[in-house]
């Protein structure tokens, strides 16, 4: 799921009209050999160039990924998460001599961003998605009391 949490944070620059120079996957497990206790680890890379392409995001967490899992071999991972940092403004980056990002993945991510709003929530994906449909896990989610009328508290009185 990491490929897609990166194009999650890849949406959300591109929304926002920001860009990223550093990606941060983590993976976290319950179980570390025989033990009970919850290890978590975590690497970063940081591109040349600011951007906010889903396929340079996730290509970049996925050899995150990659490394981490060939460094931690053995683990059961249960939890990841993608984080980008070193965040600009998309107009106000500063370009690179000799490396920049690919001028397609400008027109690519705008008409992939066009489809999925027209036709629906995350319909175009990239290969390394997936057909698995994901959803986070809110069991444990705590009310809205403050910004929802529907969940504001009831005080009876006797």
């Not at 249960?78 to 998309?90: D, F, P």
């Not at 994906?125 to 504001?152: C, F, P």
């Amino acid at each position: 799921r990491v490929s897609t949490f990166a194009m999650i944070c890849a949406e959300k620059l591109r929304k926002q009209n920001s860009c990223c120079n550093t990606i941060i996957v983590m993976l976290g497990t319950m179980e570390h050999k025989t033990a009970t206790t919850k290890m978590h680890y975590h690497q970063a890379a940081t591109i040349p160039f600011a951007t906010n392409s889903s396929l340079t995001i996730a290509q970049t967490a996925v050899r995150i990924l990659e490394k981490l899992y060939a460094q931690n071999e053995g683990l059961r991972f249960k939890k990841a998460g993608v984080i980008v940092t070193q965040l600009t403004k998309e107009n106000e980056k500063q370009f690179q001599l000799f490396e920049e990002e690919n001028p397609k993945h400008l027109a690519l991510m705008r008409t992939m961003d066009l489809i999925n709003k027209k036709v629906g929530d995350r319909k175009v994906k990239l290969a390394t998605q997936g057909h698995k449909t994901w959803d986070m896990k809110q069991e444990m989610l705590s009310q809205k009391y403050t910004t929802s009328i529907n969940e504001i508290l009831k005080v009876k009185c006797q």
